[in-house]
């Protein structure tokens, strides 16, 4: 199935803005974004030692903003799209 992946700020230099990924049926968004360093390096931008997601990744899919344990068990459809990007800060 076909999925967008859009990276802002600090992310797109490391993975573009946009990419469109082809993954299998029902990939779980750790997989998509795992298939997502594959392509394109930076797993150390994403990922901590054990595999999961980095705390302070913002991650939306759909237009809703995922809680880290949402993140773990989210199941993607075909043409969903996801969107990282890291914590703003400033004021």
């Known amino acids: 199935m076909n999925i967008t992946i859009r990276a802002f700020a600090r992310f797109r230099e490391d993975f573009g803005e946009r990419n469109e ?3 299998e049926e029902a990939a779980t968004l750790p997989a998509a974004l795992r298939e997502l360093v594959a392509r394109k390096g ?5 990922f901590e030692e054990d595999g999961g ?3 302070f990744v913002l991650v939306m899919v759909g237009g809703r903003r995922l809680t880290p344990e949402e993140r773990a068990e989210c199941v993607l459809a075909e ?3 996801v969107v990282i990007y890291p914590p703003v800060s400033g004021g």
């Open 53 to 55: 997601i980095k705390d």
């Open 79 to 81: 043409g969903d799209e």
């Open 42 to 46: 930076h797993a150390d931008t994403l």
């Open 21 to 23: 990924l082809t993954v």
